[in-house]
């Protein structure tokens, strides 16, 4: 059976999307919860590969690494403005119709 994905919240993510994906019974960690607040984007991607965990972020500067051949365990992109329901909407899908060895590598836009 294939392991459920488990995220990693970027620190600029809100607190209401660790939140409402933890109601749903989905494995959140956030940057303050890992001690990684100001850390930079690649200690994040090495971290949250360490973790298996797949990355939300809304910034950037985490697609300019995937292009740039980074191993990753998954990263999840949204544009910043998005509101938190639709990210979470987002990221449940991701939860229940990808596995963790599917997002290896991958990048999903929600």
Do not use: C, W
């Not at 930079?40 to 797949?54: C, G, K, M, T, Y």
């Not at 639709?86 to 991701?94: A, K, M, S």
């Amino acid at each position: 059976m294939s392991e459920p994905v488990r995220f990693y919240l970027d620190e600029h993510v809100h607190s209401a999307v660790a939140a409402g994906l933890r109601r749903r019974g989905i494995d959140v960690l956030t940057t303050q919860e890992a001690e990684m607040l100001g850390a930079s984007d690649e200690a994040h991607i090495q971290f949250a590969l360490n973790e298996n965990r797949v990355i939300f972020t809304q910034d950037d500067d985490f697609l300019r690494l995937h292009t740039r051949g980074s191993e990753h365990a998954g990263i999840a992109y949204v544009r910043q403005q998005t509101p938190v329901g639709y990210i979470v909407r987002g990221l449940v899908l991701i939860h229940q119709l990808l596995s963790t060895e599917e997002m290896k590598g991958q990048l999903e836009f929600l």
